[in-house]
Nanobody
Framework: QVQLVESGGGLVQPGDSLRLSCVVS????????MGWFRQAPGKEREFVAS????????YYGESAKGRFTISSDNVKNTVYLQMSSLKPDDTGVYYC?????????????????WGQGTQITVSS
């Protein structure tokens, strides 16, 4: 059974930083790309960032550019999302996901594995 477990969410103030972690219990051949998505209340799930396990192929959604950094640790089977300058609009549930193809990484329909999500609330 493959599991993706996110952690690191919480309540923070605007301008704060936070680091999310996603631990993969067992990597398979169709987990070439790891992605982060988020979903705010009443909104569709939104692509945040993606990375290959080699660390060479990173891609960011518009909301993440310049503020978030995605990274991976092959030894720990863990993907991170370092977030800075957080805004209230960043509030939502953040999900970790895995897929086999590098094509259309922003499309959540192509991801085969998903974590349960971790809540981030940015509020003063």
């Amino acid at each position: 059974q493959v599991q993706l477990v996110e952690s690191g969410g919480g309540l923070v103030q605007p301008g704060d930083s936070l680091r999310l972690s996603c631990v993969v219990s067992r990597r398979t051949s169709n987990m070439y790309v790891m992605g982060w998505f988020r979903q705010a209340p009443g909104k569709e799930r939104e692509f945040v960032a993606s990375i290959t396990w080699s660390g060479l192929g990173t891609y960011y959604g518009e909301s993440a550019k310049g503020r978030f950094t995605i990274s991976s640790d092959n030894v720990k089977n863990t993907v991170y999302l370092q977030m800075s300058s957080l805004k209230p609009d960043d509030t939502g549930v953040y999900y970790c996901a895995a897929r086999g193809s590098m094509l259309e990484v922003t499309d959540d329909r192509g991801y085969d594995y998903w974590g349960q999500g971790t809540q981030i609330t940015v509020s003063s």
